[in-house]
């Protein structure tokens, strides 16, 4: 267990990048350097993350975890991966009133603010050409960022989802001449105990969150079925968490430490589901540790339960074209909720004057002309930010 902690740990303090460079970086390590897996049966994992909602990245780090030391392997790898990135939102968050109000800081904040319209906008187009191939699946990615623009509340989300689905299992299945997935033909073996935990949390969080509004009052049982809920919901990982997140604790947190938080979990390594401490920490201000470990544990755990349900049958689940169908779905309308997200909070919040969309379109243009390292672009962006507010200033 402590050689799983220490290897992921090590990983966690220097996985800049996102999602995409951290399943390179766990390639490298654990199936070229160590070998715990082949390439065939981490393909596999990848995969499954793919197919779950939940941070991508750390539930294939939890299965590698998993597959080396069962359960507590899991945990440690979590741990270990979660752990830099945890303490360091969580630090920023607890000292936050100390240098925000500096006007130097508020320029580098919100110069990491328009880099995550950058950012955004590069998953967007990335995601719209893994997940859009199709009329139908872009026709889905249309409606939802329409309907979500307009009514961005978190049952509408989960409304649209639900039709996603049942629209992708019948017009995205894959049953055309491309068709990989021949029918499945074994039974599924599906782990209904972690399978019932997560109904059962999830059921748990709705009527704790229906209580909670009724009673007028907010408790860390509410704290973290809002989280919880927005983890059972993220196909995709990533940045596709920011428009769940900030319709389900809009209400809690304004949108200038909302965005505050996600401009700080892209300046420092590991997942980006770390945000929950920065948030966890601003909301619950009497005890901002606690609630940083209820936020995070809340947001993460979805994800690993829906692995440990499906871990053992995913061959047979890849091989069935229904709910390959229903997947797509799901992620062409997701798509669709980071389009509208990256229009409000993210550019409606960070470009406020021309300057600004000049600073947008230029590291836009030169993000995907020389696909700087990730330490160059918050670098740039901060001092462009700092720069700027001292000759405003």
């Not at 059921?203 to 059972?232: D, P, R």
């Not at 769940?244 to 700080?264: E, K, V």
């Not at 470990?293 to 349900?309: H, I, Q």
């Amino acid at each position: 267990m402590l050689q799983i902690f220490i290897r992921f740990f090590s990983l966690g303090l220097v996985s800049f990048g996102g999602p995409a460079a951290h399943i390179g970086y766990f390639r490298q390590t654990f199936v070229q350097e160590l070998q715990w897996l082949d390439d065939k049966h981490y393909a596999s994992l990848v995969a499954l993350s793919q197919f779950m909602p939940g941070p991508g990245s750390s539930q294939v780090g939890f299965a590698i975890g998993y597959h080396r030391g069962g359960l507590l392997g899991g945990i440690a790898a979590f741990l270990g991966f979660t752990l830099p990135s945890f303490i360091l939102l969580f630090l920023l968050a607890v000292t936050s009133r100390q240098w925000l109000d500096y006007s130097l800081t508020q320029g580098v904040i919100h110069g990491l603010k328009l880099l995550a319209v950058v950012v955004v906008a590069d998953a967007i187009l990335m995601m719209f050409k893994q997940f859009c191939q199709r009329k139908q699946a872009r026709l889905l990615m249309v409606f939802s960022c329409v309907v979500i623009l307009l009514q961005p509340a978190m049952l509408i989300q989960f409304a649209l989802l639900l039709i996603a689905a049942i629209i992708g299992r019948y017009y995205l299945s894959a049953t055309d001449s491309t068709d990989t997935y021949p029918p499945a033909q074994e039974p599924l073996q599906l782990n209904f105990f972690y399978l019932s935990i997560f109904a059962g949390l999830l059921i748990a969080s709705l009527v704790a969150i229906g209580l909670s509004k009724q009673a007028g009052i907010n408790n860390l049982t509410e704290l973290f079925s809002q989280f919880y809920q927005v983890g059972s919901m993220v196909f995709g990982g990533g940045h596709v968490v920011l428009p769940l997140l900030q319709s389900s604790i809009g209400d809690a947190i304004n949108n200038d430490q909302f965005l505050t938080g996600y401009a700080l979990a892209q300046a420092v390594p590991g997942p980006m589901f770390a945000l929950a401490a920065f948030l966890g920490a601003e909301i619950w201000v009497a005890q901002p540790l606690v609630g940083a470990l209820v936020a995070t544990v809340a947001l993460f755990l979805p994800g690993f339960l829906l692995m440990l349900v499906a871990l053992k049958s995913w061959h047979g689940i890849s091989r069935r074209p229904k709910v390959t169908g229903a997947i797509a779905g799901v992620n062409a309308c997701v798509v669709g909720f980071l389009l509208a997200a990256l229009y409000n909070p993210i550019f409606s919040s960070a470009v406020l004057t021309p300057l600004d969309m000049a600073l947008v379109v230029l590291g836009f243009g030169l993000f995907k002309v020389f696909k700087p390292n990730v330490f160059v672009l918050v670098a740039g962006f901060a001092i462009s930010g700092a720069v700027i507010s001292a000759v405003i200033a």
